[in-house]
Nanobody, 121 residues
Framework: QVQLDESGGGLVQAGGSLRLSCAASGLTFSRYITDWFRQAPGKEREFVASIRSSGGSYYADSVKGRFTISRDNAKNTVYLQMNSLKPEDTAVYYC???????????????WGQGTQVTVSS
């Protein structure tokens, strides 16, 4: 059974940092594309960052230069380091794993349960 477990969310002041983790069981992250999404109250879910099986990374313009996605293959965990946090970064953050064959389809094989990030002004 595949499971993605996010952790690391919490309450932080503007300008602070958090590191989110997404630990996988039942699949090998290095064989998948792993994306982070977020959803704020009353808003649609939005893409945040992606790491490809090759290790290449991509970011939404809103987080570029502040967030860094990385993967530890030995721990089978993907991280999202979030620096210079802003109140508008407040959302539930989700990780999702996508078979490379599904790239650009909008379809994902697995989702985590989400972790809340709240940035106070």
């Amino acid at each position: 059974q595949v499971q993605l477990d996010e952790s690391g969310g919490g309450l932080v002041q503007a300008g602070g940092s958090l590191r989110l983790s997404c630990a996988a069981s039942g699949l090998t992250f290095s064989r998948y594309i792993t994306d982070w999404f977020r959803q704020a109250p009353g808003k649609e879910r939005e893409f945040v960052a992606s790491i490809r099986s090759s290790g290449g990374s991509y970011y939404a313009d809103s987080v570029k230069g502040r967030f860094t996605i990385s993967r530890d293959n030995a721990k089978n965990t993907v991280y999202l380091q979030m620096n210079s946090l802003k109140p508008e970064d407040t959302a539930v953050y989700y990780c999702a794993a996508q078979d490379p064959l599904l790239i650009n389809t909008g379809r994902y094989n697995y989702w985590g349960q989400g972790t809340q990030v709240t940035v106070s002004s």
